[in-house]
């Protein structure tokens, strides 16, 4: 779904201009553009007739229940939960749709203006136990802009009848289980060789190397986490912490030896804390929840807001304070303990004391490690970076006394390093809600706002940075340093090289970050590669029809390197002809919350389970056909399912990618002659 930028824009401004302190508009939300009516008869034999009527505002329309693909999303009913009930046709509106070409969309659509009622009949089977519950799912526009879809909830029971009853339970081979549901066997039908049969062993049999690749995720969350323990070194909570703590050991001890040992101990002590609590945080979510995490649209939204309130916290609103008498409690067991025990007591204040400023960066860390790790031990592998970057000093400093003479002192430019580290927060913060977007459709983050709203934010951080922009915590700056400096050029460049993405430009240094390029709405550029097909049974029609080779490209919303391929290699003009001229690309999104009009029923093990929408079905399908979770992954195939060739990971090296899909069109031919 498309909503019209400028429309967007305003909304997000006058979101932004309400915030402000002179400021005492309310954010205004559209709620009154249609309202509901729900009815409902029934027969005596259960057949229940449901009514929806919409009484639209003047100027808006609702779409029909019929619309040609592609378009925006049709008026429709679904069960949802329901049991002992099934679906009698199709919804049928009380009138005839008006068609008129939408060039918003660019086709003929149908829709309904005024007031119109939807009917939905639906069959008791079971009348004792049944339960009918699903939901109404419309959207409506005007000329200006459109509202995302929206569902309707409605849930009857035995009790909420107008007629009783006056039958018998139905037979169970027509109940609305298997109405609604499907098997993976049946999405087979009618191809030529089975396109659902498992190549994982003629994959490996071209030499596949990435089924069999070691994941490198943790290591990159470990870099990350000692990253983000570097910064929170510089931060006002911790650096002035390292020369006390070191001048303590060295006074405690009897010899410098002793004060080596203690800094040590010190050291692990803070790596074991931390390490923990990254334990205990996997432990809480469990592997379950760590794989929703990725696309789930609370956890996204959830992390969204905890980002914005950390920046918040950063830029000086509030500070983040554990209660003091936990770091008392802390501190008077360091002191009336001795040994090992009382050293450990110190690294639990530390971390205790330092909460204010390190608790956004662990909180982001974590957030990150949640979302892009494979392993349930992401969690506390950014944690063991982050410990070890920030226990380093403390050791390095009792080894090397000599060395605390040089630290800088501290002052106000630690200030300045919580409200850069705002900024950011900030600005990662809108990849959560990207995410979210994306994954259910909302149509509220395309690309060209998400890039606009980075251009302001990094515009906003070189301002602050050569100190035209000041914030309550900030103390005077007499002059601009030559840090200062070079890092506002910094910031005001990048924000200066985002400025063509507003108008379709790749931005291939954040297309990790931004919405992918499908979703620019005004666009210069015809660099980027779309795909024929988002279905996978659709495309192997049209590659048998066609006679051409079949590129699955499987990708998700919240698929960091996809946006990266598609950004970056994607848009060289060598492998964008040699995939629009020679393949049938098919997209399949394995984290898409849309639900499949039918369950599908798969085997799993001695088991069975139902995949409920589209991107659970994807997922399957790459693990059941090529063994593979990973994205992105490509995969070649010829018209009957069959490789031709290894699969292709993430790896930006565009002659590498040429070389592979012009090996795999080179064994197409010899297959066809």
Request: proline share 5%.
């Amino acid at each position: 779904m498309k909503i019209k930028k400028r429309q967007l824009v305003w909304l997000v401004l006058s979101y932004f201009i309400a915030l402000l302190p002179w400021s005492s508009t309310e954010a205004q939300m559209i709620t009154d553009a249609v309202s509901w009516e729900q009815s409902h008869t029934n027969s005596a034999d259960g057949v229940v007739t449901l009514s929806f009527k919409a009484t639209l505002k003047q100027g808006w329309h609702i779409y029909d229940a019929t619309l040609p693909d592609g378009g925006p999303t049709p008026t429709s009913f679904a069960l949802d939960e329901a049991k002992g009930v099934k679906l009698l046709g199709a919804l049928k509106p009380s009138k005839e749709a008006a068609s008129v070409y939408d060039p918003n969309f660019e086709m003929n659509l149908r829709w309904h203006t005024g007031s119109v009622i939807f009917e939905q009949q639906v069959q008791i089977e079971d009348p004792e136990h049944f339960v009918l519950a699903g939901d109404l799912t419309y959207m409506l526009c005007n000329d200006q802009t459109c509202l995302p879809p929206t569902r309707l909830p409605i849930s009857l029971k035995a009790g909420d009848l107008t007629t009783p009853l006056e039958m018998e339970a139905i037979a169970s081979d027509s109940s609305s289980e298997e109405e609604s549901t499907t098997t993976v066997e049946s999405e087979a039908a009618n191809f030529t060789g089975d396109i659902w049969k498992p190549v994982v062993e003629e994959i490996k049999a071209y030499g596949d190397t990435t089924l069999s690749a070691t994941d490198n995720s943790l290591l990159m969350i470990f870099v990350l986490g000692f990253l983000g323990g570097l910064i929170a070194l510089l931060t006002p909570c911790v650096w002035p912490m390292i020369p006390m703590t070191v001048s303590f050991f060295l006074k405690r001890s009897k010899s410098r030896q002793a004060a080596i040992r203690d800094a040590v101990i010190y050291g692990l002590a803070i790596i074991v804390i931390y390490l923990t609590l990254g334990l205990l945080i996997t432990a809480i979510f469990g592997p379950s929840a760590l794989n929703d995490l990725a696309t789930s649209a609370l956890f996204n939204i959830l992390f969204f807001a905890l980002l914005v309130f950390f920046a918040v916290s950063f830029f000086g609103a509030f500070e983040l304070v554990l209660p003091q008498s936990w770091t008392n409690k802390m501190d008077a067991k360091a002191e009336s303990t001795s040994g090992l025990l009382s050293i450990f007591f110190m690294a639990f204040t530390l971390a205790l004391v330092s909460f204010s400023c390190t608790g956004p960066i662990i909180g982001t860390l974590l957030v990150q490690a949640a979302t892009s790790g494979s392993s349930l031990l992401s969690p506390a592998i950014g944690m063991l970076g982050f410990a070890v970057a920030l226990a380093l000093p403390f050791t390095l400093f009792a080894i090397f006394p000599n060395f605390l003479q040089s630290m800088p002192k501290s002052g106000g430019w630690m200030t300045s390093v919580k409200v850069t580290l705002g900024f950011l927060e900030l600005a990662l913060s809108l990849k959560f809600l990207s995410v979210a977007d994306l994954a259910y459709g909302w149509g509220i983050l395309d690309r060209e706002t998400f890039v606009a709203l980075w251009i302001v934010i990094f515009f906003l951080l070189g301002i602050y940075l050569l100190g035209k922009l000041k914030l309550p915590q900030d103390s005077d700056l007499p002059f601009v340093s030559v840090t200062r400096l070079f890092l506002a050029i910094i910031s005001l460049s990048f924000a200066v090289y985002m400025v063509p993405g507003l108008w379709g430009a790749p931005l291939k240094a954040i297309s990790a970050f931004a919405p992918p390029l499908y979703t620019q709405d005004f666009n210069l550029y015809d660099s980027e590669v779309h795909p024929k097909f988002h279905d996978y049974e659709s495309g192997m029609r049209a590659a048998q029809s066609e006679g051409k080779p079949v590129l699955i490209d499987f990708s998700g919303y919240g698929c960091v390197n996809c946006r990266e391929m598609e950004a970056s290699v994607w848009t060289d003009p060598k492998v964008k002809s040699i995939i629009d001229d020679e393949f049938i690309l098919v997209t399949l999104i394995v984290d898409d919350k849309t639900k499949l009009p039918k369950y599908i029923e798969v085997k799993d093990g001695d088991s069975t389970r139902k995949l409920k929408t589209i991107g659970e079905r994807w997922s399957y399908f790459q693990s059941q056909k090529f063994g593979s979770n990973a994205q992105p992954f490509y995969v070649m195939l010829d018209g009957n399912g069959l490789p031709l060739g290894p699969s292709f990971g993430f790896d930006k090296d565009v002659d590498h990618y040429v070389n592979w899909l012009k090996s795999g069109l080179e064994e197409y031919r010899k297959k066809q002659q």
